[in-house]
């Protein structure tokens, strides 16, 4: 896991064909506002955030965001332990963002 700052990350994933974004946040987090184009996989689904992970391709970059950054980190570091080489967590989360946001 790498812990990027906004701009970092934004830079970042702009330059990578292989990015995913991950919103690990809750369902009523992501009616507030998400990063367009995430994939949202609640972290406090336990078993079931789990199983949904093991879904995707270990061989992309995944870009993990939550509120504030912790949960992100919790989940950057399961995702390494299944295997994943490359994650990313956003220093700040969701609250410090700045970038393009997008609701439904």
Do not use: H
């Not at 830079?11 to 369902?27: C, G, H, P, Y």
């Not at 406090?44 to 992970?53: R, S």
């Amino acid at each position: 896991m790498k812990e990027l700052s906004q701009e970092e990350w934004q830079s970042q994933l702009e330059k990578d064909d292989n990015a995913v974004i991950l919103d690990v946040r809750t369902e009523e987090e992501v009616e507030d506002g998400y990063i367009p184009t995430a994939k949202n996989i609640d972290i406090y689904k336990g078993q079931e955030f789990v199983n949904e992970v093991e879904k995707l391709d270990k061989d992309k970059n995944y870009y993990i965001y939550c509120r504030s950054g912790k949960r992100s980190a919790q989940a950057c570091t399961i995702l390494d332990q299944m295997g994943f080489a490359n994650t990313y967590n956003l220093e700040g989360g969701f609250m410090e963002w700045e970038g393009e946001k997008a609701e439904d």
